[in-house]
């Protein structure tokens, strides 16, 4: 207070030093300019905000314009105008600079970003000191606080004055405990109970997850969320009508408990009695009624209303009518309790692109994003091929996220522009994989790899795996777009150890040093064909207990394999995300085999097919399957080293990698020329986070089964579990907890595995 109080001082004597100014100055030729009374500021600042030089003649008119100068700065407190002879003397008291601001007593933000934030406001270490901007973040400060439910939490600010005319800035919060929600109450629920509406809203009263989830704290953003919630809840089921009529929320008086009393009118439920269509019809009526969702005789559905609307304006938008307008005009018969329907079209004009712009993109190259585009500068407005272009992007896996954003062109009504923005993502990445279990010691595996190298959207990798069955060194390079029309080429270098003696898992060692190429050619948007040729180049190791199984094989066929290899593979991917899928499906079949010229003959087919069904906005369904296939030819046994497997992470968790198979002689897993692998998986956000793409959960059965033979179900291995992924700033680390479901003695159990990764 005692800084305010020199403030008005201050300006209580700068009018007085213009009032005498304006009326006591005699008009004088200025020979010289004397500044006084300053500390920080430079003399030289001082002279080129003043409106009068040396030379000019003073009067009492340029005297208040100067004082006004000054004053208008903001760097002064006090500005008085002195004359001494011909000298003009601008005798000045500076406003203090803020020397450091300080937070003490803050738990709940990071401070570091509450420096950030008070520096919007206008307050930072060497900026002139400005009480008002220290108000704004007061009340900023108490602002985010209460967000956060501390309704208890108490703000106040300390200003110190210092040496050199300099000020320190303190912020003193007592942030108090968290105000709980207590009790949720929906007054006028008849159709439906409290608990089952309650049950559908994120706000919630305390219970055994919102200390994490922090959702019994009161926020009016997530009440109106809430709100929207239960009004789609019942205009889902048929209620039209349905009303919010109040909304109360009340803390008690020692600001620890809040109250939420929602008072709402369901309103009759309402059945589709016609369904009609109307206004400009640029496509066939028949056409039109099979987008519509809705049907006569059908309960009322908001959510089917508005898918059909949308139907309808994206196939009018794939024509080209960019701001076509559908509307679902209702006439109610409130006595039967029915609803018709005129779905009201108007295209509007039909617009073309002008111009594709893309923008966030500062390694990426235009080009990578561009060749990605469906939609074309020039052409037609198309929804599809507008959606289809950021499909494609976001798939590149080169971005964090992916927006599109069609603004009509100013000053005409048939152009539009195409705005494509991104947020990129590290494409680089060094991981590191690890996994216990019981029986089993630590495998741990790197890689480094860059998906995106300068920018060109090349692919390059070069991995090590240190594990006590598998060592791994690889090195593999792609071209996505070795030609213009996206055929791609990739070469693969790769030497492997498989010890598998080293942990039960068969008592041989093979090593296994090759090279391939590959083409990858587009068929459709979504289809590519794979054709790859190779040679690798085996050497087995038995040992003196190795069963007969192998030794009768390297006694047949000798110890060295060399192997001219070629394979064909098929993939069709139609997820709508690379990182966060929440629908599609995607396919991928293989078939790879010896050539003539080599010692092998055999060949191995594999298919997988893996679909995502969109439960609500936040839950889906993922379902996987796996079939793989193997056989020798020319008198020759499929090689043992070319057998399926399964168990671990990436098929049957809750299993030992590998063991899920046939036992050699020894009682050890060999593996099998048959494999059958499904998964299912239900995945939602991880709770506390709400829609964070960063986090996800899932609850998972998976099975499994590897034979030489026909297929046996009776022996399918099954395990549940739940598994948590998150694309963290270091890196993606997943967590995978499981518990095997079939306990056959034979079986070798891995409860807990992990694998995670750090990028650059």
Not at 698 to 710: E, H, M, P, Y
Request: glycine share 10%; hydrophobic share 35%; proline share 4%.
């Amino acid at each position: 207070m005692a800084l305010i109080s020199r403030s008005w001082l201050g300006l209580f004597g700068a009018l007085l030093a213009y009032a005498s100014a304006a009326l006591a100055i005699d008009p004088f030729v200025i020979k010289d300019i004397r500044v006084e009374g300053i500390q920080r500021t430079e003399a030289g600042t001082v002279f080129s905000y003043l409106p009068v030089k040396v030379g000019d003649t003073m009067n009492d008119e340029k005297a208040a314009q100067a004082i006004r100068a000054l004053y208008a700065t903001g760097f002064f407190r006090d500005v008085t105008l002195e004359v001494d002879g011909a000298t003009l003397v601008v005798v000045l008291q500076e406003r203090p600079s803020i020397a450091q601001i300080e937070f003490t007593g803050v738990k709940e933000f990071d401070k570091n970003a509450l420096l950030k934030g008070v520096q919007q406001i206008g307050l930072a270490e060497g900026r002139i000191f400005d009480k008002g901007a220290v108000d704004r973040a007061e009340q900023e400060l108490k602002r985010q606080y209460l967000s956060r439910g501390k309704y208890a939490a108490e703000v106040s600010t300390t200003i110190t004055p210092l040496e050199r005319n300099r000020v320190s800035i303190n912020f003193s919060v007592v942030e108090g405990e968290s105000s709980k929600i207590r009790q949720i109450s929906i007054i006028g629920a008849k159709a439906f109970t409290e608990k089952q509406l309650t049950g559908l809203m994120t706000l919630r009263e305390p219970g055994l997850m919102t200390w994490f989830s922090k959702h019994d704290q009161y926020s009016r953003q997530k009440l109106s969320a809430d709100l929207e919630t239960l009004r789609s809840f019942y205009q889902d089921r048929g209620y039209l009508e349905f009303n919010v009529d109040s909304t109360q929320v009340s803390i008690t008086p020692d600001k620890k408990d809040i109250y939420i009393t929602i008072g709402i009118t369901e309103g009759e439920k309402y059945t589709v009695s016609e369904v009609k269509v109307g206004g400009q019809l640029l496509i066939p009526e028949e056409e039109v009624r099979k987008m519509i969702t809705i049907k006569s005789g059908e309960v009322f559905s908001r959510g089917k209303l508005t898918e059909s609307t949308k139907k309808i304006s994206d196939r009018l938008g794939n024509d080209g009518y960019a701001f076509a307008n559908v509307n679902a005009a209702p006439e109610l018969n409130k006595e039967k309790k029915e609803a018709a329907f005129t779905f009201f079209i108007d295209p509007g004009r039909r617009v073309y692109v002008r111009r594709i712009n893309v923008a966030g993109n500062t390694r990426t190259r235009d080009e990578v994003i561009r060749r990605e585009m469906r939609q074309v500068e020039g052409g037609w407005y198309a929804v599809d091929k507008i959606t289809l272009s950021k499909q494609r992007i976001d798939r590149l896996g080169y971005f964090n996220e992916v927006n599109v954003e069609t603004p009509a062109v100013q000053g005409t009504t048939d152009q539009v522009d195409v705005n494509v923005s991104v947020i990129e993502k590290p494409t680089g990445s060094i991981l590191l994989g690890a996994g216990f279990g019981s029986g089993m010691g630590p495998v741990v595996s790197t890689s480094i790899s860059q998906n995106n190298i300068f920018g060109s959207g090349k692919h390059l990798s070069a991995g090590v795996n240190s594990g006590k069955i598998n060592t791994l060194y690889s090195l593999s390079y792609t071209d996505p777009y070795f030609t213009v029309d996206g055929v791609s080429l990739g070469y693969d270098l790769y030497h492997r150890k498989i010890d598998a003696a080293s942990n039960g898992l068969g008592q041989y060692e093979t090593k296994t040093t090759g090279f391939g190429a590959r083409f990858g050619v587009p068929v459709t948007e979504i289809d590519t064909i794979v054709y790859g040729a190779g040679f690798e180049d085996t050497s087995i190791t038995t040992f003196s207990t190795s069963p007969l199984f192998y030794t009768d094989y390297v006694n047949t066929f000798g110890s060295n394999n060399r192997a001219f290899t070629g394979n064909v593979g098929w993939a069709r991917d139609a997820r709508d995300s690379l990182i966060y899928p929440t629908s599609g499906s995607m396919h991928r079949a293989n078939a790879e085999g010896g050539l003539p010229g080599g010692t092998l003959r055999y060949y191995r087919a594999s298919y997988q097919y893996q679909r995502y069904f969109p439960l609500s906005r936040d839950y889906t369904l993922m379902i996987n399957a796996e079939l793989g296939y193997g056989e020798g030819y020319g008198g020759k046994p499929l090689p043992f080293f070319k057998n399926f497997f399964a168990g671990g992470v990436a098929s049957v968790r809750g299993y030992k990698m590998n063991t899920v198979a046939p036992r050699d002689g020894n009682g050890d897993p060999r593996g099998g020329n048959r494999k059958l692998l499904g998964n299912a998986e239900f995945l939602f956000p991880f709770p506390g986070l709400g829609n964070d793409r960063s986090v996800r959960m899932s609850a998972f059965v998976d099975s499994g089964l590897v034979t030489d033979n026909k297929y046996d179900f009776g022996e399918l291995r099954y395990s549940t579990g739940l598994s948590v992924l998150w694309v963290s700033p270091f890196g993606p680390l997943k967590i995978s907890v499981a518990k095997p479901l079939t306990n056959k003695i034979e079986d070798r159990k891995q409860a807990f595995q992990f694998t995670f990764g750090g990028t650059f």
